[in-house]
């Protein structure tokens, strides 16, 4: 038997008929599961081409919003309209291209979401800029001032979302390139394993067999693995298409475009060295960056002139130069352990719709390959539309300062022009206001001298009333002067004649009241008892009738002398203390440790007041205590309280009682007796010494009289007394 060619169809429906069964199952199940795997990587891609299209359409929205952001901003910096034509274009192209991106995220809830949440705070930021736009266009110096804060919070959140959004676009990315990369070789391995083992289950039906049908598998093996290379080989090129997408979304100048491309591309590519050039309105090229490159053949920012040159071709014909096995020194990369020349250098030019923007030149240390000059060519679109946003951008911010320094140049002419406008006016005002008060001065001297005669004769009659009024207070004077001393004199007659016979009584009284003979009766001695106790009260009150009177006629003297503090609380205490018993009342003297042993003072007029206050807290007690307590008042002073748990006084009535003939029980049937007299003489006597008293008090609940008297008595220090 001939053997079996894969293009004998006879020979092979022979062996096709001598192997019917396990092999053309098992020729299935191959196909199936290789078929099944064609499948799951061009739905990988694809899902993979999606996730590139939203990255490319989001970043392409970003840029958008950017020149809408510029535009406004420029515009209210400097008040000119050309700079809301970029405003105005990007409004109709943004709304369109999230309307596409919205379609795209559908089946993707999460990310619709953000995208809706973008598109909200992008129309919140249409509504500020707007009313931005129309207050700039109403008042040319206005001036955003706190309303940018809202603004530029909008615009954080927008740029915030966009963040998250390509995050999750580019770690799901990843998942699928990872899982398609994983599957792929389970599935390739599986496949190998499974054809290995289907040739090992068929080996046994023959050798002829398998030599005839082993063409035919290798055959389809090699289509196979062919398929799966350029599926792998574009995705390949669309991952660094986005990895360099990526890359540069965060680049603002174009320096950083630049070393963001040679960067991105030498981890991709594994470039040894890389020159961005970009081209000039003049036809020359500047370096705007480079990648290994050594440090002799010129830095960034150098400017190559137009030329027959490899750059200047490569920039001419709009395609790649490719350059194999230079010769050394060609082009040097350099490290800081040294440097090397690299092997193969290629020259890749960088549009941007249509228009020449710039030049890459990159050198490898290895052997070109095809996918090296395809994923140039795809990433030149990609940088050049970055290096144009910069270059934008760089124009804008010149604008912007210049712009900003023109404003500021004329803010200061305006203050120049407002500070002179205002010295002319404040001097035309001083002008005027220099006239009117002088016509306002001459008036008023005319007037003056009207007044001044008028004045003049008043001041003559208000002379002669107060010469009239003095002669009438000298009279009044001299008449009051003759009625106190008449008082006076009246009542020392009337005090001296008054006791003469009341002091027989009192001796008459108290000789019947000791009934010395028993010869009265019970009844008679109250009654002798009575008329001595009535005669000493009239006594009292005599003598302090004469005590007011002194005082008011200035002819009371103050005697001072070295006054004993113990001394005179035992006579008050011994004097007391028999009243105090017989209404059982307890009677307290108390003298604090860091009171000084004397002071210098008028001890008969002391113990006149303090007789007079503890007189009155044993009258108006019926139960409880009776206290004085003698302490420190300051370094100068010493503080004599008499407390009493009596009927208090009202506050209301707290002023009254230190008036002559008043008591804080003044009703006609009051129960307490006493003329009213004793708290005016302390009163005065109080102020004769250099002190006061002071009284704290409520209705019920008993009273403190505080006498203050200064340790040394000095006659500057006496008071006058108070006028009844």
């Known amino acids: 038997m001939s053997p079996t060619t894969p293009n004998d169809p006879s020979g092979f429906r022979r062996i096709l008929a001598r192997n019917v069964g396990l092999p053309l199952i098992l020729g299935l199940v191959s196909s199936a599961a290789f078929v099944g795997l064609i499948f799951y990587l061009l739905a990988a891609i694809g899902e993979v081409e999606r996730t ?381 206001e220099s006239q009117a008060h002088l016509e306002s001065q001459q008036a008023e001297l005319e007037q003056t001298n009207v007044q001044l005669s008028d004045q003049a004769e008043r001041l003559e009659v208000q002379r002669d009333d107060l010469r009239q009024a003095q002669q009438a207070l000298e009279e009044r004077a001299a008449e009051l002067q003759r009625a106190s001393r008449y008082k006076s004199e009246f009542l020392a007659n009337m005090s001296h004649e008054l006791r003469t016979p009341l002091n027989s009584s009192l001796i008459l009284a108290r000789l019947l009241a000791d009934n010395a003979q028993d010869n009265l009766t019970e009844e008679q001695v109250k009654f002798a008892e009575a008329i001595y106790s009535a005669g000493n009260d009239l006594l009292n009150l005599i003598n302090d009738i004469l005590d007011i009177a002194k005082v008011e006629a200035g002819k009371l003297q103050v005697r001072p002398e070295v006054t004993p503090l113990a001394s005179v609380a035992q006579g008050l205490k011994a004097m007391f203390e028999p009243l105090a018993a017989r209404k059982s009342l307890r009677l307290e003297l108390v003298v604090a440790q860091d009171t000084p042993p004397t002071l210098y003072t008028d001890r008969q007029r002391l113990e006149q007041i303090l007789r007079n206050l503890l007189s009155n807290a044993v009258k108006f007690t019926e139960q409880g205590c009776v206290a004085l307590h003698v302490c420190r008042s300051g370094d100068d002073a010493i503080a004599f309280e008499v407390r009493d748990s009596g009927i208090g006084i009202d506050p209301s009535q707290q002023d009254l009682i230190f008036e002559a003939f008043r008591q804080a029980d003044g009703t006609v049937n009051r129960r307490f007796g006493g003329t009213g007299l004793g708290l005016a003489i302390s009163r005065d006597l109080a102020r004769l010494l250099g002190g006061s008293i002071a009284l704290t008090s409520a209705a019920g609940q008993g009273s403190t009289f505080t006498l203050v008297l200064p340790l040394e008595y000095q006659a500057s220090q006496a008071q006058s007394p108070m006028a009844m």
């Open 52 to 432: 590139d299209r939203v990255l490319a359409r989001a970043s392409a929205i970003q840029k958008l919003d950017l020149d809408m952001e510029s535009g406004v901003r420029g515009f209210l910096l400097n008040g000119d309209e050309r700079f809301l034509e970029p405003f105005d274009r990007a409004q109709t192209g943004l709304r369109s291209e999230v309307e596409r991106l919205k379609q795209d995220m559908a089946p993707y809830p999460q990310q619709l979401e953000r995208i809706e949440r973008i598109q909200s705070l992008q129309q919140q930021w249409d509504g500020y800029a707007r009313q931005q736009i129309a207050a700039k266009r109403s008042d040319r110096n206005y001036q955003p001032g706190e309303a940018a804060n809202r603004g530029r919070d909008l615009k954080d959140g927008v740029r915030e979302e966009f963040e998250l959004f390509f995050m999750q676009e580019r770690r799901q990315r990843a998942e699928r390139t990872r899982d398609a990369n994983r599957n792929t070789t389970i599935g390739v391995i599986a496949f190998v394993l499974f054809t290995l083992g289907t040739g090992a289950v068929i080996a046994w039906r023959g050798r002829r067999d398998l030599t005839a049908l082993s063409g035919t598998y290798e055959a389809a093996f090699q289509e196979q693995g062919r398929q799966a290379s350029v599926l792998q080989a574009h995705a390949w090129l669309r991952e660094g298409q986005s990895r360099l997408s990526e890359r540069l979304a965060s680049e603002q100048a174009l320096a950083g475009v630049g070393h963001g491309a040679l960067e991105s591309l030498s981890t991709y590519l594994g470039l040894a060295v890389g020159v961005l050039y970009t081209a000039e309105e003049d036809g020359g090229f500047v370096r705007a960056a480079t990648w290994g490159w050594s440090t002799d053949a010129g830095g960034v920012g150098e400017r190559i002139g137009a030329g027959r040159s490899l750059l200047a071709e490569c920039a001419a014909q709009r395609r790649q130069i490719t350059l194999a096995n230079v010769p050394p020194g060609y082009l040097k990369v350099s490290s800081a352990l040294g440097d090397a020349t690299a092997s193969a250098i290629m020259l890749s030019p960088v549009l941007h719709e249509g228009r020449l923007v710039g030049v890459l030149e990159l050198g490898w240390m290895r052997t070109l390959e095809p996918r090296d000059g395809e994923l140039l060519a795809a990433a030149g679109g990609i940088l050049g539309a970055s290096i144009e946003s910069a270059r934008y951008r760089k124009r804008l911010q010149d604008m912007l300062e210049e712009t900003q320094q023109l404003n500021e140049e004329l803010q200061v002419q305006q203050e120049e022009l407002r500070t002179a406008n205002e010295e002319l006016e404040e001097q035309a005002r001083a002008l005027k």
